[in-house]
């Protein structure tokens, strides 16, 4: 399977507790996102990686979230601490960037990480 | 800041209908819009890309329109079948070259009968 691959694919934690998921995004892939989304919205952006530099965050990644990227393929999005607002689904999605800088093809996305905190 | 409205929230037609799905967006500032499938409880298929400087693309029996100016795209569906019951979403890519977050309307849930 060359597609988008997230782990766990649901996570049910404890308030208070730590939790990490881990995205592979498809190989070739140099941009690496993160969104969360909650029952009856869309997805929301929380950051974006360029290979390994992480280039933009959103302002819904508080301090207790942290996401990696360590070698420019697979990455890491951990919630600590986790409160019972963190309960959603968070998608990984990646892209190639197109040669002119733009993102010249389309955004694809895993099956996504269910997280229940209790 | 960019603002997505997706109309209806929620469609149900029988079998056989074509039928539209609206996108509205606040920002015309944007480099692409995407239309994204999403079945209950996955993760999100693209559709359908268009480029800021173009109309329309086609793919089967979806088509996918943008008036940049106005701030809006349509997703026509022709002859619907009970497998394109799902959640459609359109998501807009901003010109900033310093952003490249997707921004994300809340979804159309559609079912279509038998």
């Known amino acids: 399977d060359t597609g988008v691959s997230q782990d766990p694919r649901h996570k049910i934690t404890k308030r208070g507790q730590n939790v990490t998921f881990r995205c592979d995004p498809i190989s070739e892939h140099n941009r690496l996102y993160w969104y969360r989304q909650t029952l009856g919205q869309g997805p929301e952006f929380l950051t974006y990686?360029?290979?390994?530099?992480?280039?933009?965050k959103s302002r819904l990644l508080s301090d207790r979230f942290s996401a990696e990227r360590p070698k420019g393929s697979f990455s890491t999005l951990e919630i600590q601490h986790t409160e019972q607002g963190d309960s959603a689904m968070y998608l990984c999605?990646?892209?190639?960037?197109?040669?002119?800088?733009?993102?010249?093809?389309?955004?694809?996305f895993g099956e996504g990480s269910w997280l229940t905190v209790v | 800041k960019q603002e997505v409205t997706q109309i209806p929230a929620a469609l149900s037609v029988p079998e056989g209908e074509n039928l539209v799905l609206n996108c509205s967006f606040t920002?015309?500032?944007?480099?692409?819009l995407q239309w994204f499938r999403q079945d209950p409880g996955k993760g999100l298929t693209s559709l359908l890309l268009?480029?800021?400087?173009?109309r329309e693309q086609t793919s089967g029996r979806l088509n996918a329109s943008l008036d940049k100016s106005s701030g809006r795209s349509t997703l026509y569906i022709a002859a619907s079948q009970p497998g394109d019951s799902a959640t459609y979403l359109c998501a807009v890519t901003p010109l900033d070259t310093g952003r490249r977050a997707l921004t994300f309307g809340s979804g159309t849930r559609l079912q279509v009968q038998p």
């Open positions: 999605a990646s892209s190639l960037m197109g040669s002119s800088g733009r993102p010249g093809n389309t955004i694809y």
């Open positions: 920002d015309s500032a944007i480099y692409n």
């Open positions: 990686f360029q290979n390994e530099a992480q280039l933009e």
């Open positions: 268009i480029q800021s400087s173009q």
